[in-house]
């Protein structure tokens, strides 16, 4: 058994977390994000890392990397320049889409309609035609295909998408064009809808590659140069990139296909919620992923991330798998303002980032944030990152003083009233996943992570009345665990628009059956025994009529045993429980997938040396914070020294390298066996 290296790159920090499979012994690293070229910092966290481990990076096996760079380069309008072909009468596919404005009644007033990703000069129609059985109803022309081509050669595209009407059913006609586009455009790199997305809606179907299209030179530069400089420094093991769904894919395979690494970064952090939740014996779980720009929440199930069809970046919105992951811009080094118009307090979604960060870094920062008020309130010490990081407390006093000087109110009051904000604005995103998607949060406990989630866990719980609030082990690199413990996973998809009623059961599992062998033939490639994968299907549902469907999960013996009824009865069930009504409609099946999973990795966490619930020998030293309107004395203690059974009482901050704690006045925390910290009304 060798070592395996999770790497998650943030807005501020990059984390890394080392650990060797055979004993589960780990070694965590966090260090500044270097925006300009992420690599960068990746490349001295994996260094620091190893030498604190012992080992020379040659010994890492497996590289599993979470990471943004395919969600930066959708919000930041920085993809390649996209050519499209198309069938002939369907040029103007991307700016009819679907013919939705968001707002109100008068939202087409104020709405700036998006730029499509590919522009109507770059989009060229060919002749041929697929019927809707997928049949051929006119041939394509080579000698038409290759004028487009041409003229998208001309015009200096940098990537091509091939979306022909019908495709999903037959991509005889794509695959022409591919073919002939390897021959004049040699270096450009070419998506085909059909493998893409294989569903009907050609919208979608064609937003969505055009999308794969414009991230791919992006991602693929990226993935390239890191894996080139991970190889200069010795690490020749496998590089695995986190998808969306909260699998894994090979880099070469996330450089064909980077439309599904569009959530990569938060998808992380559930992953690593989720290894904590099983070992911790908590099975419904409501996340709280606070990093310095932005605070990302999902829900977990029964030990299920809840997951969704659509990925949404900005204002692009593309048909991915991706897990349900609500993000604010609430973070650490949110900004706090008063705007002159209305005098009113406001933080963020304006973020100081990494640099130049909050002025409490020391780092050439001048405006208040979200860490600063911490700062001032006595909530984060002095030093962070076990030391390595001192925090300048003058500089935070003063920028949160020229808050309080506009508000006209003391230093303390300023500070906790941005504190109170950033605690709402993550209590609304909170709400979006649990009580506005019909769930209950006081059925659900609060995990916080990230750098600053477990300095507001206790707050936000109260808020959700989730109670408890749970701190896990190693906070700060969460997300890097998540990345470092999930499983290897691909997924195959394809319309198929019956009617319940007129489909057997025979019919659908052979179809499936088609397709789990699909995905296994990619994990079988990627290096993963037969032995070792696992399969399930999705299967999307809807009333007949409707417009939108409903996924559901289940596995080939389920679908055996309880047949397609014991399937529309889950679909009625969860109808219900979503849109509190059914329908007496007849009942279609829309599409399927089938999803294969590598095996899941046995890591079980070391256990704590038991305690006598005295958490004495941990104590650092007394400390005085400002709690609940008045400052109150209250205890610093270490996190490493902390034994099973501990009780801390609040108000009191545990430190540990990679994020602090707190607990509050009327609050108690408790230490389970595994080192989580849990934390209930007094």
Not at 238 to 245: I, N, Q, T, V
């Amino acid at each position: 058994m060798g070592y395996r290296l999770g790497v998650d790159v943030g807005g501020t920090f990059t984390d890394l977390l080392l650990f060797e499979e055979a004993t589960g012994a780990f070694w965590r690293h966090k260090t500044l994000s270097t925006p300009a070229d992420s690599s960068i910092g990746v490349l001295a966290g994996v260094e620091t890392v190893a030498a604190r481990a012992g080992i020379a990076p040659s010994a890492v096996e497996t590289v599993l990397h979470g990471t943004t760079v395919a969600t930066n380069a959708v919000l930041e309008g920085k993809g390649a320049r996209v050519g499209l072909i198309v069938t002939e009468g369907y040029r103007q596919i991307l700016q009819i889409a679907r013919s939705y404005v968001p707002g109100g009644l008068a939202g087409w007033i104020i709405w700036p309609k998006p730029e499509p990703l590919a522009a109507l000069e770059d989009t060229f129609e060919i002749k041929g035609r697929m019927d809707a059985r997928g049949c051929e109803l006119r041939p394509v022309d080579d000698a038409d295909i290759g004028a487009a081509l041409e003229r998208l050669k001309a015009r200096g595209v940098e990537a091509v998408t091939v979306s022909l009407i019908n495709a999903y059913l037959n991509g005889a006609h794509e695959l022409r064009v591919a073919a002939l586009a390897r021959e004049i455009l040699p270096d450009v790199p070419i998506s085909l809808s059909h493998l893409i997305l294989p569903e009907m809606q050609e919208y979608e179907r064609t937003l969505t590659t055009v999308a794969n299209a414009s991230m791919r030179p992006v991602v693929g530069h990226y993935v390239r140069n890191l894996r080139g400089k991970l190889r200069d420094c010795g690490m020749v093991g496998k590089l695995a990139l986190l998808r969306s769904d909260g699998g894994l894919m090979s880099s070469e395979k996330a450089e064909e296909h980077p439309v599904s690494l569009l959530m990569s970064g938060p998808a992380g952090g559930v992953a690593g919620a989720l290894w904590v939740a099983r070992n911790a014996g908590f099975r419904n779980i409501l996340t709280l992923d606070v990093g310095g720009t932005s605070t990302d929440v999902a829900l977990i199930e029964n030990l299920e991330p809840r997951r969704t069809r659509t990925t949404e970046v900005g204002h692009l919105s593309v048909r991915a798998s991706s897990l349900d992951v609500k993000t604010v811009g609430a973070g650490g080094g949110s900004i706090a303002y008063v705007p002159e118009l209305t005098g009113a307090l406001r933080v963020g979604p304006q973020s100081a980032g990494a640099v130049p960060g909050p002025v409490a870094y020391g780092m050439g920062g001048d405006q208040p944030t979200v860490t600063d008020a911490n700062v001032v309130l006595g909530y984060l010490p002095e030093s962070l990152l076990g030391g390595s990081f001192k925090l300048d407390r003058d500089g935070a006093t003063a920028a949160i003083q020229t808050i309080a000087d506009k508000l006209g109110i003391g230093l303390f009051e300023a500070a906790r009233g941005i504190i109170d904000i950033a605690n709402e604005n993550m209590f609304g995103a909170l709400r979006m996943i649990s009580v506005q998607q019909g769930y209950d949060p006081r059925h659900f406990a609060l995990m916080g992570f990230g750098g600053a989630g477990p300095l507001h866990v206790n707050a936000v719980a109260r808020l959700m009345g989730s109670w408890p609030a749970i701190s896990p082990v190693s906070p700060g690199v969460l997300c890097a665990l998540g990345d470092a413990t999930t499983r290897m996973r691909t997924e195959a998809a394809r319309s198929f628009s019956q009617l319940a009623r007129d489909t057997t059961e025979s019919e659908l599992i052979a179809l499936l059956g088609e397709m789990a062998d699909q995905t296994h033939a990619e994990l079988r490639a990627d290096g993963i025994a037969e032995a070792d994968i696992a399969s399930l299907f999705e299967i999307d549902l809807r009333y007949q009529g409707q417009a939108f469907e409903v996924p559901m999960t289940i596995d080939a013996k389920t679908l055996r045993r309880d047949g397609i009824a014991g399937l529309l009865a889950r679909f009625d069930a969860e109808h219900r429980r979503l849109f509190t009504f059914n329908m007496e409609s007849a009942h279609e099946i829309v599409n399927l997938r089938a999803v294969a999973m590598g095996p899941a990795l046995d890591l079980k966490p070391a256990g704590l040396p038991e305690g006598d619930s005295d958490p004495a020998g941990a104590k650092l030293r007394d400390h005085e914070l400002w709690i609940d309107g008045a400052i109150r004395p209250g205890t610093i203690y270490d996190r490493a020294r902390l034994r099973a059974g501990d009780t801390i009482p609040g108000p009191a901050i545990v430190v540990e390298m990679d994020a602090t704690t707190l607990v509050e006045a009327d609050c108690v925390a408790t230490v389970d066996a595994v080192g989580n910290i849990l934390i209930n009304p007094a």
